[in-house]
């Protein structure tokens, strides 16, 4: 049996669709939802809405979204523990897949899934990019270098494309989303425990990466399961992970290397608002044209960082690409930066483009 951990914050519908989906997925699973909220108000409506099966531990205080995954986890005894947002969905079939990769292969960690940005599955969301002292400094320096911002950009884009069109039963990677992963019980307890309750959120995941690899566990990506995560970008969102970098970056790799000298010269110098050349378009528009040379295979990414890191995929064919309003109003209300091209791992042609998201009303 798998057992799911969900962490809920004043979102009880969206986290009765997630409980919903892993019990229509694996019917026996034990479904723990941890309410983080502080609001009697809310836990009594989630006492209405979720299905019955599923277990509701009410958090005394809002503890962060690893601690409360931590409380999820002590309440269950099962070797595979599933950790799922509340803005996810467990697709048909997601949770045997990724228990099955686990079953097969004891070398693994943690897996998860591919991905889906909306229901139909032609936009993926991307994969994990592990942080690391020197990486660190590499985005830094792209920010000021164009050569770096193109050189890291393309390294990130061929990444992705690994991932979004890997056939292998399992695809190795360097870090996972906790959006949607499948943890190993027994790795976890070797390698420290589930996650570092220091992080009250963003980078739990990466920690947690982090001291898999180190204790000998590999991670891997599970193309055939997928869920789908309603994700959406904020600016309020930033401050927390700001905070969160730096302990991670003072927790694994202060004094290792020469990498924070190299940071503290490079941040001295000003970074560009735009590191790599865009066309500036008028206006979101509702499609883009795509050359009649790349009509047999495409990939366009957007993004609301200029790096494009990361940025969210459409792979397809034919002689344009849709830019859903819903869907881009979901990355904000800033400038978006797009670049199609051709869907093989160098593109050097690709063409990249700007506009303000009118899709969001920025």
């Known amino acids: 049996m798998v057992a799911t951990i969900i962490v809920n914050f004043f979102c009880a519908d969206l986290t009765a669709g997630a409980v919903n989906s892993v019990l ?15 609001s009697p108000a809310e836990a009594e409506l ?91 400094w590499s985005v830094e320096q792209a920010w000021r270098l164009p050569r770096w911002a193109r ?18 039963e399992v695809v190795r990677q360097r870090a996972l989303s906790g959006g949607a ?17 220091a992080y009250f959120m963003y980078y739990e995941d990466s920690d947690l990466c982090l001291r898999l690899r180190r204790a000998g566990m590999a991670l891997a990506l599970v193309p055939r399961a997928t869920a789908l995560h309603e994700w959406s970008h904020s600016a309020a969102k930033i401050g927390m992970m700001e905070a969160s970098k730096e302990i991670y970056l003072k927790q694994h790799f202060e004094g290792k290397g020469a990498w924070a000298e190299r940071l503290s010269r490079c941040t001295a110098q000003p970074a560009r608002r735009q590191p790599l050349q865009y066309e500036a378009l008028s206006h979101l528009p509702e499609a883009i044209a795509v050359p009649s040379e790349w009509y ?37 209300a800033g ?20 506009s303000e998201n009118s899709a969001a009303g920025g």
């Open 296 to 332: 047999a295979g495409w990939l366009l990414e957007v993004s609301p960082s200029p790096l494009l890191v990361p940025a969210i995929g459409q792979l397809g064919q034919g002689p344009s690409v849709a830019l859903p309003a819903p869907l881009m109003a979901r990355l904000g």
């Open 181 to 197: 992963m499948m943890v190993r019980r027994s790795s976890a307890l070797a390698a420290g425990g589930l996650f570092d309750p």
């Open 24 to 38: 229509t997925d694996t019917p026996g699973a034990h479904v723990v939802v941890v309410d983080n909220s502080e």
């Open 151 to 168: 050189r890291l950009s393309h390294a990130y884009r061929r990444l992705a494309l690994q991932a979004w069109t890997a056939q292998d």
């Open 335 to 354: 400038p978006l930066y797009l670049r199609l091209g051709p869907a093989f791992a160098d593109a050097p042609d690709a063409r990249l483009y700007v």
């Open 46 to 136: 989630l006492k209405a809405v979720l299905d019955g099966r599923a277990q509701l531990l009410v958090n005394k205080r809002n503890t962060g979204f690893g601690a409360a995954c931590n409380l999820g986890f002590a309440a269950t005894d099962t070797d595979l523990v599933m950790l799922l947002n509340p803005d996810a969905r467990a697709m048909p079939g997601c949770i045997p897949i990724l228990a099955a990769a686990l079953h097969a292969h004891p070398e693994l960690g943690a897996v998860s899934p591919t991905q889906w940005w909306e229901p139909s599955g032609r936009w993926l969301l991307p994969p994990a990019w592990l942080p690391t002292g020197i990486g660190m």
